[in-house]
């Protein structure tokens, strides 16, 4: 099972909603990401999770609060959101964190979120 | 700067024919490795092939090839015997080794593909 799992697949929320995105695989990988990526854009990295723990964050506003329950989940949410941050967010997972040969990173189809 | 370069915003390729999308980059590291990405209207990222800096052969995968050329820093990927399906954006990456899995995005191609 090569597959990262995303729901909701499109997700419209007013600026003062909480909602919360989820991401699943069960490849085994101890490396998981959430990125954001804009219209014609190229995907930026937001969070990096190594074995369940916060690695990386990106200077990310904390209106985004990421959350990885166990190896196989991760959850972003999402609280008083912009109309700027809509966009889609892709959800990425990879065997470690390392630089390791190969070690690609296989993504989910994401979540086309709208802020009104 | 710029550490990965695409520089074809938009390329048009004839069905079944061949085509290369270009992909340059910098870094001082000697070990990184170079992926390309295909990303359908859909919206989901999809792993071609990758390149090791190390590797002196280039990688193939099916009808993907990576034509790596160090000295010159370009990473370009080349695909056989285009399909209508393969229309679709196309991101080349870079990971530098010691920095752990982070990867760093090309602008990206636009594909299209002509029946």
């Known amino acids: 099972d090569t597959e990262v799992t995303q729901t909701p697949k499109h997700l419209v929320m007013g600026m003062t909603n909480k909602k919360s995105l989820k991401c699943e695989q069960h490849?085994?990988?101890?490396?998981m990401y959430w990125y954001k990526q804009k219209a014609k854009k190229p995907p930026e990295l937001m969070f990096v999770y190594s074995y369940e723990k916060l690695s990386i964050n990106e200077s990310v506003p904390s209106r985004f609060s990421p959350e990885c329950p166990n190896s196989s989940l991760l959850n972003l949410h999402l609280h008083a959101l912009q109309p700027e941050d809509s966009a889609l967010y892709l959800c990425?997972?990879?065997?470690?964190?390392?630089?390791?040969?190969?070690?690609?990173?296989?993504f989910g189809p994401g979540t086309r979120l709208t802020v009104l | 700067a710029q550490k990965i370069t695409q520089t074809q915003p938009g390329m048009f390729v004839q069905e079944k024919e061949a085509v290369t999308l270009d992909c340059t980059y910098d870094?001082?590291?000697?070990?990184?490795?170079l992926f390309w990405y295909k990303q359908p209207s859909s919206g989901e990222m999809i792993f071609l092939i990758y390149q090791g800096s190390y590797d002196e052969q280039n990688a193939t995968e099916g009808r993907y090839s990576l034509n790596f050329q160090k000295a010159r820093k370009s990473a370009n990927l080349v695909i056989s015997a285009s399909q209508l399906g393969d229309s679709a954006m196309y991101f080349c990456?870079?990971?530098?080794?010691?920095?752990?899995?982070?990867?760093?995005f090309g602008g990206g191609t636009r594909l299209m593909v002509k029946p």
């Open positions: 990456a870079m990971r530098e080794d010691n920095a752990g899995n982070m990867l760093t």
């Open positions: 990425a997972s990879s065997q470690e964190w390392s630089g390791l040969d190969g070690n690609e990173q296989f």
């Open positions: 870094t001082s590291d000697q070990s990184y490795g």
């Open positions: 490849m085994g990988h101890r490396a």
